[in-house]
């Protein structure tokens, strides 16, 4: 599916050819990503362009980030206007601006009722940046809710997870991975946190004493495998945490604002939680925002002025896209439309597999789809598929991860199909 250029050599910031660009960031960029051979040039909607010409369906989306799909002109629009108009860059949090105040309502009054045995008393919201610092947030606000509400000792504070679990990579959220390679060598870690089987609801109870104040789980694991937990896990979860007055937080980082066919993946199971944490997508993928929503009683009692801050989080650029994002979310129907086009999508992958040696199962709910492979290796399959121009990544190494933007068309969605058949059909 090339494309032509009239002109090739200017595609996006610069001209440098792409082995120069390997060069540059081998030498100086640090390692931490095992990076495919491929320059990016320019992205738009749910294709990414290269120098010679090639144009490459993003079926990863930056990990559920780019579900606006790229520079969506809705988003683009109003941060070109904020930058114009002088009301987009970063202002001392010390000061309130109007933009922060919006988004701020905006986001509370999108999540239903959080924690509502703690009073029907709406939603409040602590905007951060990366989806990390909100979880370190969720985390904060348990520890506090589980000393000051239960008595808990300080520093003897409890949370269970899971195995499998990705919540990010700095110190606190490694310290409870379950994958070696996260934390290895990066002691001393943080202590507090118990790890049950996913989906597993007695091996949760069984970790609950006297310590424990939170339950964090991903309603569906992404970065472990693409997985969806037994029907009915999350409503034990809740039944669990009522019974013990434990916190239920739920990160929807990558499977929430409509990646699964619900705008909030608890949705799926009727169940609400007392505090979610999102990220990624809630600015249209254009600048980072991430943010840790709770039910109003528990945000107040546990933040005060000085225990949290973050110079950047909620800055007036990021509430402005983010404002943008969750209104295109609404006007282009991005929810139902990821539940519709998944639908099919799903039915048509279905079919491949049953055609293939090589898969061993599909999973998934709206544009969150995960083929697992046989030989536990997808990176093969999804190198083969960024040759012929389709950008995938695995997931917990057996399985290819199926996010696209979530505005992708028919003929998208046939693309990816044919796209499939061809590494997945011999
Ligand atoms: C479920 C989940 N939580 C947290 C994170 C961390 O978000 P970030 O990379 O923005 O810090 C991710 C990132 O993929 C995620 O998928």
């Not at 339950?215 to 409503?235: H, T």
């Not at 799926?268 to 600048?287: F, Q, S, T, W």
Request: aromatic share 8%.
């Amino acid at each position: 599916m090339a494309i032509s250029f009239k002109d090739k050599t200017k595609i996006g910031y610069s001209t440098i050819p792409d082995k120069e660009v390997f060069d540059i960031d081998d030498i100086y960029g640090a390692k931490h990503y095992r990076r495919l051979k491929t320059v990016v040039r320019k992205t738009q909607g749910a294709w990414l362009y290269t120098q010679d010409g090639r144009k490459i369906l993003d079926c990863l989306a930056a990990y559920s980030a780019a579900n606006a799909g790229h520079h969506h002109p809705k988003i683009v629009a109003a941060m070109i206007k904020a930058l114009q108009e002088n009301y987009a860059s970063v202002i001392s949090n010390v000061v309130y601006t109007d933009v922060l105040a919006l988004f701020l309502k905006r986001v509370a009054t999108l999540v239903p009722q959080l924690g509502p045995r703690f009073g029907n008393n709406g939603n409040k919201v602590l905007p951060k940046n990366g989806g990390v610092e909100s979880v370190e947030t969720a985390i904060k606000l348990a520890r506090y809710f589980g000393w000051k509400e239960k008595g808990i000792p300080d520093g003897k504070q409890e949370i269970i997870v899971y195995e499998n679990n990705f919540h990010g990579r700095m110190i606190t959220i490694i310290s409870f991975s379950t994958n070696p390679k996260y934390k290895e060598g990066f002691g001393p870690l943080t202590p507090g946190f118990k790890i049950a089987r996913y989906g597993n609801l007695d091996d949760t109870e069984k970790l609950i004493n006297q310590n424990t104040c939170a339950i964090l789980v991903e309603p569906m694991q992404g970065e472990g495998g693409m997985y969806q937990p037994p029907k009915g896990f999350l409503k034990g979860l809740r039944e669990l945490a009522d019974k013990h007055n434990l916190l239920l937080l739920f990160d929807e980082i990558q499977v929430g604002m409509g990646r699964t066919g619900k705008t909030f993946c608890f949705q799926h199971e009727n169940v609400v939680p007392d505090a979610v944490i999102l990220g990624k997508a809630i600015a249209g993928g254009m600048v980072p925002v991430s943010v840790m929503v709770a039910n109003r009683s528990l945000m107040d009692m546990a933040f005060s002025a000085g225990s949290d801050g973050s110079t950047f989080g909620g800055y007036p650029l990021a509430a402005v896209a983010g404002l943008a994002a969750l209104d295109l979310m609404e006007e282009e129907k991005l929810v139902e439309r990821s539940a519709a086009t998944g639908k099919i999508l799903k039915k048509k992958i279905m079919d491949i597999a049953a055609r293939s040696s090589h898969v061993k199962e599909v999973r998934g709910e709206g544009l969150f789809i995960g083929v697992e492979v046989k030989n536990g290796d997808a990176m093969v399959f999804c190198e083969k598929l960024l040759k012929i121009d389709m950008l995938c990544n695995d997931s917990h190494h057996h399985t290819i991860r199926i996010s696209p933007p979530l505005i992708i068309n028919d003929d998208e969605v046939e693309y990816i199909a044919e796209h499939l058949e061809k590494v997945l059909v011999d």
